[in-house]
């Protein structure tokens, strides 16, 4: 394990969980922390650093969203494996000295669809509600909780749920659980995993992953500009389809209502058949109203609905929740019975005041202006570059696609990109099958907008055009 010793000055402007994730980067950046290394654990390195976990917390979640470290179950964070490295035999991986540049390239601009805004964070919000939660002794906080989360919580989130997303649901069909990975593993663990799992294609990779490794049968579904063709599903052969009608990721695709009936009926023809519904980003709609989930219109309990708060607030909160219809709930209550909750009680607490004391409201609306504006301010910057592309996936989320004509390919945009001090992201890494990525035609790029302040955005568009111009120039 890679021991860390990190000077942190509470005076600086910077807080210091961003002091601790800088620090951690630049290390990685450097070499000097290679692949592979394991990170301390979070209770280890707030107890070496005093300071508390929460504040290690936010700095791990930041590099895992940038893909600097990758967390393990049951074992920890450890540095991803970068462009340019290999496996050798000691099983250890080692730089290249040919990809060496790659490794330690910095980026001064980066347009990561996993970002989050950590800066317009509550804090002092959060630390008054901790306070108040720890202010009197009690013991009962301490003590193991209901296995589904407590009681107060699931029904503030129920209702949370109802009226912002058109959910339905209660209390008791509702499971608090440590992030949307841990829930999809107890998921399996509720229906088995003798079924065949369809994902949209491009696809949520780390879903995609969870199945294949919990020996799920996995296959991936075409899509059009209506999300997830039904056709396609029906003859795949897959009982279980894993979508995202209301922001899907990365496409930024509404399924319209007729797909979602359409896809509901799929579900109704077999008593087998189930929907997960990953409701992700959906908080963040830009123009014309929220799009209502697709549980709300189920009416025979076909759909788990699953969510989290990792967007919405901050990603080290860790904190998810699933609905599940009546007859899962039987089965959940049969099997699961005696897996205790992964979530603190007192952390529970804490979400709990946040949102019944209109504290996560706030602290939404806050955050959807802040993203907005950078939204509006990357659109109009890309509209004034000299460069050929079409925009997809704007008025949701917190990223939108860049779609090419043929003739350069996306490895290239992102080299050029490179060149400038600009990370950007492809889309081809987001498809499973290798001859998928090869049919499509024409580069598309995905940016990222929540970790930049507008005044980034526009230097780093900037940069962009510089880098691409070029392309446009060579084909006059």
């Known amino acids: 394990m890679y021991e860390l010793t990190i000077s942190l000055d509470p005076r600086a402007k910077s807080p210091l969980y961003e002091q601790i994730y800088d620090y951690i980067k630049q290390e990685i950046q450097s070499g000097r922390i290679r692949s592979g290394d394991r990170l301390p654990s979070?209770?280890?390195?707030?107890?070496?650093?005093?300071?508390?976990?929460?504040?290690?917390?936010?700095?791990?979640?930041?590099?895992?969203?940038?893909?600097?470290?990758?967390?393990v179950p049951y074992r920890g964070y450890f540095v991803a494996q970068l462009e340019g490295l290999c496996h050798l035999d000691s099983g250890r991986s080692e730089i290249l000295h040919?990809?060496?540049?790659?490794?330690?390239k910095k980026y001064e601009y980066d347009f990561t669809?996993?970002?989050?805004?950590?800066?317009?964070?509550?804090?002092?919000?959060?630390?008054?509600?901790?306070?108040?939660?720890?202010?009197?002794?009690?013991?009962?906080?301490?003590?193991?909780?209901?296995?589904?989360?407590?009681?107060?919580?699931?029904?503030?989130?129920?209702?949370?749920?109802?009226?912002?997303?058109?959910?339905?649901?209660?209390?008791?069909?509702?499971?608090?659980g440590a992030g949307s990975d841990?829930?999809?593993?107890?998921?399996?663990?509720?229906?088995?995993?003798?079924?065949?799992?369809?994902?949209e294609n491009p696809t949520y990779r780390q879903a995609y992953r969870l199945f294949e490794n919990l020996s799920c049968e996995v296959c991936t579904v075409d899509m059009d500009k209506k999300g997830m063709m039904v056709d396609q599903l029906t003859s795949s052969g897959a009982d279980i389809a894993f979508v995202m009608p209301s922001h899907q990721y990365p496409l930024g695709i509404v399924m319209p209502i007729r797909r979602r009936m359409e896809l509901l009926n799929w579900a109704y023809e077999k008593e087998n058949r189930y929907i997960i519904e990953d409701d992700y980003d959906s908080e963040f709609r830009y123009k014309g109203k929220p799009i209502p989930a697709l549980q709300g219109y189920d009416s025979i309990g076909k759909v788990i609905y699953k969510g989290t708060f990792s967007k919405s607030i901050a990603p080290a909160i860790r904190l998810g929740y699933m609905v599940l219809p009546d007859p899962l709930l039987e089965e959940y209550r049969r099997k699961c019975f005696y897996l205790s909750s992964t979530v603190s009680r007192v952390?529970?607490?804490?979400?709990?005041?946040?949102?019944?004391?209109?504290?996560?409201?706030?602290?939404?609306?806050?955050?959807?202006?802040?993203y907005k504006g950078r939204h509006d301010m990357l659109l109009s910057c890309l509209k004034e570059m000299d460069a050929e592309f079409s925009v997809s996936g704007e008025n949701a989320g917190v990223h939108l696609l860049l779609h090419f004509n043929e003739g350069i390919s996306e490895k290239e945009l992102i080299r050029q990109a490179e060149e400038e001090g600009v990370k950007v992201y492809g889309l081809s890494e987001y498809f499973v099958e290798e001859d998928r990525r090869k049919k499509e035609k024409g580069a598309v790029i995905l940016l990222g907008y929540a970790n930049m302040g507008e005044d980034k955005i526009r230097e780093a568009v900037h940069r962009l055009e510089k880098a691409w111009g070029q392309n446009r120039k060579q084909k006059d």
């Open 113 to 176: 669809p996993n970002g989050v805004d950590l800066k317009s964070f509550p804090y002092n919000t959060w630390r008054r509600l901790s306070r108040e939660c720890l202010s009197d002794d009690r013991a009962e906080l301490f003590r193991l909780g209901n296995p589904q989360g407590e009681y107060g919580l699931r029904n503030a989130i129920c209702s949370y749920l109802h009226q912002a997303r058109g959910v339905k649901c209660r209390p008791d069909q509702l499971i608090v």
């Open 182 to 199: 841990y829930l999809l593993m107890l998921l399996i663990m509720i229906i088995g995993n003798r079924h065949k799992v369809a994902l």
């Open 42 to 71: 979070t209770r280890a390195l707030c107890r070496h650093l005093d300071v508390s976990r929460s504040t290690v917390e936010l700095a791990y979640e930041q590099l895992l969203s940038e893909g600097y470290v990758e967390a």
């Open 347 to 370: 952390d529970q607490l804490i979400l709990r005041k946040f949102i019944e004391e209109g504290f996560f409201e706030r602290h939404l609306n806050k955050t959807r202006a802040l």
């Open 98 to 104: 040919e990809h060496r540049k790659i490794s330690e």
